[in-house]
């Protein structure tokens, strides 16, 4: 091998790289910008969790204030944000509508029974395996456990697991500060069993649906970008755009067939995840598929769009790098949105991937219908028209 000659390419690629400011500015800023991005939202903790409390403890007899509000007192504020409900029911309600996370029950006569100065309880009836499951069941008077355990229940909705788990950290540790500090170690305790939303989740439940998206998002934005480049730099745009073909109609034309294309990875992703992973869906699954689709028609139009400032093939591809990393770290597919900084939160809601992730989570885990991720439906809808409309416009004026 000649190491002269070997220089002499070399040579020559640095030349040519020092002419493309574009990949110049790739090599040198998307480290930086993964890293600093990457930082900024991997640092962060979940916050501002939204938490209905049903008090129903109205003793006193540790310093004069009850064990509930001794507990309510040493939760993170931070991490959750308390607010008072009237009952169990109206509790659960809300979290069912998608208004909180969770509910924290204190039951009657709380700091009675730790104390031991309430009366026995009446005898526990038996319940079945699908009463003790469902987040409604009755709680006895005292929650006085057999093995004379005291239990405040939390229940949580379970369809974002990351947020879950937060919550029932901040519960634990507060009834495990205020148990040290009344020294009731032994008889207070959390009851986490039932869930209002992914009684039995896994985090293959929680991640599929984002995943899905993420996949569809990246491929089908990707394929439309380069499958339109290669047209321009062939030659083919320039000659179809000097026939009686119109743009809208070009643009209508690559819609229907990446579209389609991006429908049927659609529907492979969902037989794999049911198929090979056992996910779960407990709404309904057109439904599911029927919002994963309309993600692919929006990357397909995003991709049509970004075609117009990319001059060739490389640096179609150059976007790839940041269609993941937006998607991975602002649309909730891994990291919850409570835990993204605030200052950064907003540009989230300017991802379609949000609105998919969600609707899709919501759908395959809460069960929820139309009437209750229609905002996140009409969101992807006006993105799609948005990016469909300006593709045109840009193709009219690079024609």
């Known amino acids: ?93 809300a979290v069912q509508n998608g208004k909180a996370y969770a509910v924290i029950v204190f039951p009657d006569n709380l700091t009675e029974s730790v104390s031991g100065t309430a009366q026995s309880p009446p005898p526990v009836a038996n319940t079945t395996a699908n009463e003790t499951a469902t987040p409604t069941a009755n709680v006895t008077n005292q929650a006085v456990a057999r093995q004379g355990q005291v239990n405040i229940q939390v229940l949580t909705d379970n369809s974002n697991i990351d947020v879950s788990r937060a919550v029932t950290t901040a519960v634990n540790a507060a009834v495990l500060k205020t148990a040290n500090e009344t020294g009731q170690t032994p008889r207070l305790s959390v009851d986490t069993s039932n869930a209002i939303y992914g009684q039995n989740a896994r985090f293959i439940d929680f991640f599929c649906p984002g995943l899905a998206c993420l996949a569809i998002w990246n491929i089908t934005t990707l394929l439309t970008l380069e499958a339109f480049v290669g047209e321009r730099t062939s030659g083919t745009l320039p000659r179809l755009l000097a026939s009686p073909l119109r743009e809208s109609e070009l643009v209508a034309g690559y819609s229907i067939a990446y579209g389609t294309l991006g429908i049927i990875q659609s529907a492979l992703l969902l037989a794999v995840g049911v198929l090979l992973f056992n996910i779960t869906i407990e709404g309904n699954i057109a439904l599911a598929f029927t919002t994963i689709a309309l993600l692919a028609i929006v990357s397909q139009a995003l991709g049509i769009l970004l075609s117009s400032v990319a001059r060739s093939e490389r640096e179609a591809g150059q976007f790839a790098p940041f269609l993941i990393l937006v998607a991975v770290l602002l649309s909730g597919i891994i990291w919850p949105l409570e835990a993204i900084p605030e200052w950064l939160r907003p540009a989230s809601y300017l991802i379609p991937t949000t609105y998919a992730v969600e609707a899709m989570r919501s759908v395959m885990m809460r069960g929820w219908g139309l009437s209750m991720i229609w905002i996140d439906i009409a969101a992807l809808l006006v993105f799609a028209s948005a990016f469909l409309v300006l593709a045109v416009i840009m193709l009219k004026r690079r024609a």
């Open 1 to 93: 091998m000649n190491i002269r000659r070997a220089a002499a390419v070399a040579r020559r690629i640095f030349m040519d790289l020092k002419n493309d400011k574009r990949t110049v500015a790739l090599i040198v800023l998307v480290p930086i910008g993964f890293m600093v991005a990457f930082g900024f939202v991997f640092q962060g903790d979940v916050k501002d969790v939204r938490v209905l409390v049903v008090n129903n403890d109205n003793g006193g007899g540790f310093g004069n204030k009850s064990i509930s509000d001794r507990v309510i007192a040493n939760i993170d504020k931070t991490t959750l944000k308390l607010e008072n409900a009237t009952n169990k029911s109206e509790a659960i309600a």
